[in-house]
């Protein structure tokens, strides 16, 4: 008994190891080869900080990563803001129970498919293509994330906590914004992050309804990888490798508050 | 969630007016676009712009032996993608749950990180391993493993490599959190009624877990049926799936309300093979009641 | 009744608000007042720092937009008949879709400043017979970047044998991802230059290409360069333009026109007819011509210049030069890419020929 609960353990960490050696490998050779002075497949030559002063000197970059961010700023608070509005809804009384499951699907469906589907809806009504249908579309993403999680969240709460506030003598709106909006508001923030990294990294809905004027990161990105290498986009990953930790870093902070609420 | 004590409100359709938005949105942007690329299928368009009429020749034209394997392939990346990202997901689920207590959170967060940066830097990433001179050629060569670099850019292997890559988060969260509200003691308790490690895993904890398991698979065997920017960058885009079929389609000339067609067929295959999928789950994981 | 009818005004007043969020970048394109022009290129041809020295030099702010096909720009043209933009980049055969569509601009030649120094041979060509709709701005020819080492310890061909010929092949080739150009270069190796390839024809083809497959590392039109550098493939299907920019970082690359005859690619100026900045537009198509632009733009592009003139200084190979300045005679030899198949065929053709084992 013994010997074979040691065996699992060696085994289980063993692969532990070697599936976060997987995950890892090919970050950190990605960025020790953003400091090559050679452009890949050239091998170590020297260190060198020269890809990363010609990222910052990229015009376009800097227009897609501006796009990229604005996007997934804009869709992030849209939906956020339209997850806040049905709460209200729900606090006072309002029936959602029967139309939760109507935004399941977003999350369910292949981004393809939602991709084509819109952007057949876009030419048919002739709406141009740009930013505005790209946020429209990430937005769809993010209330099939938002809506789920937060009414969940909501349905958690205990009510005794919003009657108690009502018989004291607020109003249904003055509860709203003093109780039931605080109570929510780590996993709103949490639920905004998650959309908003979906959104900034997307590449699938961008490639389909953003339209030829607006670039995105991704956009960029996949245009470099087709047209073959460059270190420049080494010192890209490690920029926005660290950003993302950043972020990972905030969500995980959020998390750790929501389990104790 | 029921309030007992809601004085009466002045005027009712207030909060109305906050609770449409969501649900417009969803109808007008979600089901009806849906909606919109199912009667493109079937109705005739003509080169004005006009429609003509109904019929069942787009559809017919994806009926073919040609895009039925391009569907049938991307079924079997799916289900390949899921049946790896299991293997390796439980395990590591089970580890992190069960185990490693004190590091739970850590491993967590090592295992979000790559998830939040944009998946085709880590595409490019693979580039560097994989390369004839390479990482892992460089590395198994000085070794002396290997006498001559191993190809593994521009197959199958590579694209499986980072289909998993990506995939892995999105299947071992769901079973972790089913593992997370698994009991241990259930563990130990049939354990100490003589029971193997294979009987407790296969009749205890598989069964039990399967809730995160098909959230899990289906998490990964979906996405990964539309997918077609990882196969045509790790695959040297010699193979076609049915992403890239309907790029190729939608993006082409006159072509889209073709491209919706293959769109719609594909998703219809896709929603018959996750069904029998989900039945066959059951079946394979739950044991087998002795009469 | 009185609750149904507030709750669809409510409805009514939140489409409302969306689609007009929506449609707004509709209205405010009517931005014709401002210095600025829109132009939708390809991502390499006309290089950012030109840009940025004219918009120095005369005021005219230039918005850049990139496509990855000729597909691409002949879509968004039809779908949007040209609204936004002020200067487009066609291909040859893409002018002439667009012509039939009654979307280009006659182009005054009067406003031009370069007119007589354009390479004769450019001109005249079935797509756009008297160049009244289109200005040749670049051109490349395609043929086969080869790894010369690899060549060194065996024999080599320049010819289309390179790619198609089963006994000659050992070594695997990078090869173009249009399904365009495979089916012409199949079609053209074949059975010659035809104009459209009859039903066994069609096969012959397919069945050609699907042989190819297995000597393929990959199908990629433009990572042609990072094949050779890489040493994965001694052979690679690619333009002139690229490899000419891969033989200044990587020596042993070289540049093999098939001796049977190639297909060129001219990438032509063109004024979509509903702008309204044609004034600021010439300007910038005059700022392109110049000496100092055409020198940038081959160095860091690669592509042929349509000017005679502006080649004394520029930093080029003599086998270049030989092909910008070939003869008339020369230049018959080189054709244009067109569908040999219907466009549904083409379709099939390429799904069966990438799916199949």
Known sequence: MKNQAKTAKIASVTLLLFTYLFLYVPIIVLLVFSFNSESFPAPWKEFSFKWYIELFHSVYLWESFLNSLVVAASSTLISVVMGIFLIFYALQGGRIGNFLSLFYGNVVIPETVLAVSLLGFFTLMSIPLGLTTLVLAHTVLGLGFVIPIVYAKFLELDPKLTEASLVLGASPIQTFFKVTLPLLRPSLISTGLLVFIISFDDFILAYFCAGSSSQTISLYIMSMLRSGVSPVVNALSAVLLALSTLFAVLFFSLKTKVRIV | MKLKFLPKQRSSEFPFTFGAPAIIWQILFFYFPLLIIVVTSFINISELGEIEGVTLKKIALFLSPTYMKVILSSMLLGVSNAVICLLVAYPLAYFMAIRGKKHKNLLLFLLIIPFWTNFLLHVYAWFFVLERDGFLNTLLLKIGFIHEPIHFLNSIFSIMVMMVYYYLPFMVLPIYSSLERFDSRLIEASLDLGASWFQTFRRIMLPLTLGGIRAGFFLVYIPSFGEFAIPELMGGDKYMFVGSVVSHYILGDQTGSLGAAFTVVACICLLLSAVGLFFLLNKIILPKRKK | ?357
């Open chain 3, 1 to 357: 009744m009185k609750k149904l009818l507030i709750r669809s005004i409510v409805v009514l007043f939140w489409v409302g608000l969306i689609f007009t969020c929506l449609y707004f970048p509709k209205f405010s394109l009517t931005k014709g007042q401002s210095r600025s022009i829109n132009v939708f290129a390809w991502g390499d041809i006309i290089d950012p720092t030109i840009v940025a020295k004219f918009e120095e030099e005369t005021g005219i702010s230039v918005h850049l937009s990139y496509y990855a096909s000729n597909e691409e720009l002949v879509v968004k043209m039809k779908a949007t008949r040209g609204e936004g933009y002020d200067l487009i980049v066609p291909s040859d055969y893409a002018v002439h879709l667009l012509i039939q569509d009654q979307l280009l601009e006659p182009i005054d030649r009067s406003k031009l400043t370069f007119w007589s120094e354009i390479n004769k041979n450019l001109l005249g060509h079935p797509f756009d017979p008297d160049n009244k709709y289109s200005i040749p701005l670049e051109w490349e020819i395609f043929g086969f970047g080869v790894d010369k080492d690899y060549f060194k310890t065996h024999p080599m061909v320049s010819s289309w044998k390179l790619i198609f010929d089963a006994s000659i092949i050992d070594y695997k080739i990078a090869m173009t991802n249009d399904p365009i150009e495979a089916i012409q270069f199949a079609g053209f190796y074949l059975f010659g230059d035809k104009e459209e390839l009859t039903g066994p024809e069609a096969l012959e083809v397919k069945k050609l290409l699907k042989q190819q497959k297995s000597w393929v590392e990959a199908y990629a039109s433009f990572r042609g360069d990072y094949f050779l550098a890489t040493r994965n493939c001694p052979v690679v299907v690619a333009s002139s333009s690229y490899i000419w920019k891969t033989i200044r970082q990587f020596p042993f690359v070289s540049f093999v026109v098939p001796k049977e005859g190639t297909f060129i690619s001219i990438e032509n100026l063109a004024i979509p007819a509903v702008s309204k900045k044609q004034e600021f537009t010439y300007q910038f198509i005059n700022y392109l011509f110049q000496h100092e632009s055409v020198k940038t733009h081959f160095e860091k592009f690669g592509f042929f210049p349509s000017t005679l003139h502006s080649l004394e200084d520029l930093k080029v190979d003599p086998a270049a030069i030989e092909l910008i300045n070939a003869s008339e005679e020369q230049f018959n030899h080189f054709h244009f890419i067109n569908e040999i198949m219907p466009g549904q065929q083409i379709h099939d053709t390429w799904v069966e020929v990438k799916s199949g084992s």
